[in-house]
């Protein structure tokens, strides 16, 4: 691997690394003061609240953004030609899928307070996706600073302006509402700087350019979407069918495991523009720098899994509780999960940068649907434990199709 870009790519998980350590920090010392001040049920409307409006977020892209990412890293002097109907688009779809909504937030068996902190949430959540554009731009360009710098800022809010609102209110929508008002400054950051990279910055409301774009991009948009599916089903089901106890205890447990899931974003985050411009540039370069992080995280996911098992009771007692009990043979059956998870990222990014987003969204549709199906059957005879184990055997699944079609390609 040549030297510079061994550097840069130190240089930008240097960055990620530092602002995802203290950003975990931060954001689960949040969970941790939440769960003990409002208890299971609490967190489980928290997470409710969240998980749903990220759910309802499917339209919110249609794969342009990371088809444009992708673009760009390839070649920057694509940057000025697809950024005004890239933007243009963006903006109109995250009004469209707001209005959803709000559409289909009325209709939900959930308190009104609930409904009116889920449309709140929806309305932040515009601004989030517009910046996402920006951030796009960042990482095309392999320069991630800007970004955990804004990520930071936020957490710091989230952690001391949301923590004085929760412990002395004692009260979920005071704190949502705190929590909105970091994710906006988070992503005016993120736009202000994104604007560094831009020599111009216009619109374009042109639907036939739209079209074009989409044929090229939907792929990633199925792939968003099965994510979605993937990773908010298990929640949303659970608080759904189970109610907002069971989903209390089963987001403490994999709030854990989440802690560990930065890892991978950081090697995915900043490795994949390089994976896409060495695919045309340098493939044996390619080679070492997938073969190399696959050996790392599969290791470390090996490593995060043994611990999690073995240290599961401490953990849950000291980070939410003994309230929290319930959650270890919950967080024990995840931590089976975490090799799959640190892998499936590594394998998709991969797959994306090298242009087979067709194969990756094949993989991505049959076990989100598999995710779906295992959710309702075993939530309904075993709760949140049923949801755990549909999270192993989903990823489980979607490792083996994507280990397989990935080292064949890797060898060719």
């Known amino acids: 691997m040549p030297e510079t870009l061994k550097l840069r790519l130190i240089k930008n998980a240097g960055w990620l690394f530092g602002a995802e350590v203290i950003s975990k920090i931060l954001a689960y010392g949040i969970i941790v003061l939440l769960s003990r001040t409002l208890g299971p049920e609490g967190l489980g409307q928290y997470s409710f609240i969240f998980y749903y409006v990220g759910l309802l977020g499917i339209f919110s892209d249609?794969?342009?953004?990371?088809?444009?990412?992708?673009?760009?890293?390839?070649?920057?002097?694509?940057?000025?030609?697809?950024?005004?109907?890239?933007?243009?688009?963006?903006?109109?779809?995250?009004?469209?899928?707001?209005?959803?909504?709000?559409?289909?937030?009325?209709?939900?068996?959930?308190?009104?307070?609930?409904?009116?902190?889920?449309?709140?949430?929806?309305?932040?959540?515009?601004?989030?996706?517009?910046?996402?554009?920006?951030?796009?731009?960042?990482?095309?360009?392999?320069?991630?600073?800007?970004?955990?710098?804004?990520?930071?800022?936020?957490?710091?809010?989230?952690?001391?302006?949301?923590?004085?609102?929760?412990?002395t209110l004692k009260s979920l929508s005071?704190?949502?509402?705190?929590?909105?008002?970091?994710?906006?400054?988070?992503?005016?950051?993120?736009?202000?700087?994104?604007?560094?990279?831009?020599?111009?910055?216009?619109?374009?409301?042109?639907?036939?350019?739209?079209?074009?774009?989409?044929?090229?991009?939907?792929?990633?948009?199925?792939?968003?979407?099965?994510?979605?599916?993937?990773?908010?089903?298990?929640?949303?089901?659970?608080?759904?069918?189970k109610g907002d106890y069971e989903t209390g205890i089963y987001r403490a447990a994999y709030t854990l495991i989440e802690v560990s899931l930065f890892i991978p974003s950081i090697v995915v985050s900043t490795t994949m523009p390089s994976m896409a411009r060495l695919w045309k540039e340098d493939r044996e370069t390619l080679r070492v720098l997938f073969k190399k992080s696959f050996q790392i995280l599969s290791l470390m996911g090996i490593g995060g899994t043994t611990g999690y098992y073995v240290f599961s009771k401490m953990g849950i007692i000291i980070v939410f509780g003994k309230t929290f009990l319930p959650s270890i043979p919950i967080l024990r059956i995840l931590a089976f999960a975490l090799p799959f998870m640190f892998l499936n990222s590594l394998l998709g990014s991969y797959m994306n940068a090298i242009g087979r987003e067709l194969t990756f969204t094949k993989i991505t549709g049959f076990t989100a649907v598999l995710n779906i199906a295992l959710n309702y059957l075993l939530i309904i005879q075993y709760g949140a434990i049923g949801a755990a184990m549909a999270t192993v055997v989903s990823q489980g699944v979607a490792s083996v199709l994507n280990i397989y079609l990935n080292l064949n390609n890797v060898r060719r």
Do not use: C, Q
Not at 99 to 115: D, H, N, Q, R
Not at 198 to 204: A, C, E, G, M, V
């Open 62 to 167: 249609l794969g342009v953004g990371f088809y444009f990412m992708r673009e760009v890293a390839r070649d920057k002097e694509k940057l000025p030609e697809l950024l005004p109907d890239v933007l243009g688009f963006k903006i109109v779809l995250a009004v469209i899928n707001f209005l959803i909504i709000v559409g289909l937030t009325i209709f939900l068996p959930k308190p009104e307070w609930m409904k009116v902190l889920i449309v709140l949430a929806g309305a932040e959540a515009m601004l989030t996706w517009i910046a996402g554009i920006f951030v796009n731009i960042m990482y095309a360009h392999e320069v991630t600073k800007y970004d955990a710098i804004a990520k930071t800022i936020e957490r710091f809010w989230a952690f001391f302006v949301g923590g004085v609102v929760i412990y």
């Open 174 to 241: 005071p704190f949502v509402i705190a929590l909105l008002g970091g994710y906006v400054m988070r992503e005016s950051l993120r736009i202000i700087w994104g604007l560094h990279f831009i020599n111009k910055i216009s619109l374009r409301f042109d639907p036939v350019t739209w079209r074009k774009l989409l044929k090229k991009s939907y792929p990633f948009w199925l792939i968003g979407l099965f994510t979605l599916i993937y990773y908010r089903t298990d929640m949303v089901m659970l608080s759904l069918l």
